[in-house]
C-alpha cells in the first residue's frame, strides 16, 4: 500500500497549514487546519484512547453535540456513534481509523495506555495554546465560587492526569509559554495509583484560559463559557504572585 502524508501551504492563506493524510490504495485523507489538529492532539492526550491495533483512536463524550462539531471541524468521515449503549452511563464516541493519524500521534509521544506514563508531547511552540486548550477540555475544570471570608469572586484552573511525568512538564511549557505559575498536587489513593492536579489561582488561570480560548477557537462550549466569564472577572485586577501583567 502507498502512503503520503504532506503538509500543504496555500498562498490565499499564508498562515493557514492543512494536514493531508492520504492513503492511496484505500483513498482515506484526512484535512484539517493546524490549530484544529494540535487541539485534537491535545484532547486525545488527556482525554483519548489509542487502541493496540495501531489504527483507531476514540474520542468519548456524554453528549452528543461535542462529537459532532469535532467531526465537522476536522473533516472526519467517520460516524460519532455509542459506546456502552445498553447502560445507563451511555457515552457519545467519535473514532477515527486512519493508520497515518496514529503514527502521527506516536512520533508526537502518545502511545497505548499512556494515562500513568505518558512524559512530554512535541508540540511545536506555534500551536502550544491550541494543545493547551485541548488538554483542558479534556481532564480540565474551570470552577468558579465565593469566598466565604471576603465574599469575593474567586476562580481556579485545575489539570488532571495520572502522569506526575506529563504534569510536571505541562506545568513547566505552560509557564514558558503564558508565564503563569502553578503548583502540583499529589493525591494518594490507597489502592490505587496517585493522582495528580495542576492547579492555578484567579489570575494565572485567568492569563491561560484568554490566550487559550481565543474567539472562534474549537472548544467545548462549555468551557469555552466559563473561560470567558473567568477572563471577565479580573477587571481591575493588577497584582498577583503567580502571573507577570506587564
Known amino acids: 500500500m502507498v502512503c503520503k502524508t504532506t503538509i500543504q501551504r496555500f498562498d490565499s492563506a499564508p498562515r493557514l497549514q492543512i494536514l493531508v493524510i492520504v492513503m492511496a490504495m484505500q483513498r482515506k485523507k484526512l484535512e484539517m487546519k493546524d490549530t484544529t489538529l494540535w487541539y485534537l492532539v491535545g484532547l486525545i492526550t488527556s482525554d483519548g484512547c489509542l487502541s493496540s491495533d495501531g489504527r483507531h483512536i476514540d474520542i468519548t463524550a456524554n453528549d452528543r453535540e461535542y462529537p459532532e462539531n ?4 476536522a473533516r472526519l468521515s467517520c460516524k460519532v456513534g455509542i459506546k456502552n449503549k445498553d447502560k445507563s452511563n451511555f457515552s457519545h464516541r467519535l473514532q477515527i481509523s486512519n493508520i497515518e493519524f496514529y503514527q502521527f500521534l506516536l512520533s508526537c509521544g502518545l502511545f497505548p495506555k499512556k494515562s500513568l506514563t505518558i ?14 486548550r485541548g488538554v483542558i477540555d479534556g481532564d480540565g475544570n474551570i470552577r468558579r465560587w465565593i469566598h466565604p471570608g471576603n465574599q469575593g469572586e474567586q476562580w481556579v484552573l485545575r489539570i488532571y492526569s495520572g502522569s506526575k511525568d506529563f504534569v510536571i ?12 505559575l502553578g503548583r502540583v498536587h499529589k493525591e494518594e489513593r490507597p489502592g490505587k495509583h496517585d493522582a495528580y492536579t495542576l492547579k492555578y489561582g484567579k489570575i494565572a488561570a485567568a492569563k491561560i484560559l ?3 480560548y481565543y474567539k472562534k477557537a474549537l472548544a467545548l462550549t462549555r ?7 473567568c477572563c471577565s472577572s479580573i477587571m481591575g485586577w493588577t497584582k498577583s504572585k503567580t502571573i507577570n501583567l506587564n
Do not use: N, T
Open 210 to 212: 484568554k490566550i487559550c
Open 169 to 180: 512538564w505541562l506545568q513547566q511549557r505552560i509557564e514558558q509559554a503564558f508565564g503563569a
Open 70 to 73: 469535532l467531526k465537522k471541524e
Open 223 to 229: 468551557k469555552a463559557s466559563l473561560a470567558q466569564e
Open 119 to 132: 512524559k512530554d508531547v512535541k508540540v511545536p511552540e506555534e500551536y502550544f495554546s491550541d494543545f493547551c
